[in-house]
């Protein structure tokens, strides 16, 4: 299995800031790289697919960039509505996995 | 809009069999994928298995022994069945429909999920 990792595994930061977060695979998975939000009691909502195209209805805010095996999500002025967990997901191999998410609290 | 619903029970006995059903409306599920995926309370996200518009299944390994995807497409409904449980199966389960016909693969529409609790 591909084994995803996102660092950091938590955050802290105010409205305003740029947040990056960083997912890292065990393996190059080209292009194949999904992100998904998801906030408490909530099912997650797919932000980001193919690494960078911006799924419809997405803020243009949010972004993605990589290759291979190194991949970020990147908010580019975070919003009160943007603290959640991100996770990521490849779909290069079967079985298709996530990271371990990463969760983006309040300052 | 594409809206997808789990359904099944909440409460599920030790060595049973979990069964959950997705009804689909806004879209055929005569086209794309429609996939499994669970969340253990307070963890991770775990892609269970994938069925596509023709009939076709895939699984994760790890659960493969266990589980069954199949559709049913004058209902316009796909299931999961999921045998031989233990505690650790204790899980949001959602289904969702996902994009991957000649192109890339995600998960683009979810259900709202659904509570199992394995437990005697």
């Known amino acids: 299995d591909i084994q995803m990792t996102q660092s950091p595994s938590s955050l802290s930061a105010s409205v305003g800031d740029r947040v990056t977060i960083t997912c890292r695979a065990s393996?190059?998975?080209?292009?194949?790289l999904n992100w998904y939000q998801q906030k408490p009691g909530k099912a997650p909502k797919l932000l980001i697919y193919d690494t960078s195209s911006l799924q419809s209805g997405v803020p243009s805010r949010f972004s993605g960039s990589g290759s291979g095996t190194d991949f970020t999500l990147t908010i580019s002025s975070l919003q009160p509505e943007d603290f959640a967990t991100y996770y990521c997901?490849?779909?290069?191999?079967?079985?298709?996995?996530f990271g371990q998410g990463t969760k983006v609290e309040i300052k | 809009q594409v809206q997808l619903q789990e359904s099944g029970p909440g409460l599920v006995k030790p060595s049973e069999t979990l069964s959950l059903t997705c009804t689909v409306s806004?879209?055929?599920?005569?086209?794309?994928?429609w996939s499994w995926i669970r969340q253990p309370p307070g963890k991770g996200l775990e892609w269970i298995g994938d069925?596509?518009?023709?009939?076709?299944?895939s699984y994760n390994p790890s659960l493969k022994s266990r589980v069954t995807i199949s559709g049913d497409t004058s209902k316009n409904q796909f299931s999961l069945k999921l045998s031989f449980v233990t505690a650790a199966d204790t899980a949001v389960y959602y289904c969702?429909?996902?994009?991957?016909?000649?192109?890339?693969?995600?998960?683009?529409?979810w259900g709202q999920g659904t509570l199992v609790t394995v437990s005697s």
């Open positions: 997901q490849q779909s290069y191999s079967t079985p298709k996995t």
């Open positions: 969702a429909r996902t994009r991957g016909l000649g192109g890339p693969y995600y998960f683009d529409y």
């Open positions: 069925i596509s518009y023709s009939g076709s299944t």
């Open positions: 393996q190059s998975i080209s292009s194949y």
């Open positions: 806004g879209g055929s599920i005569s086209s794309y994928y």
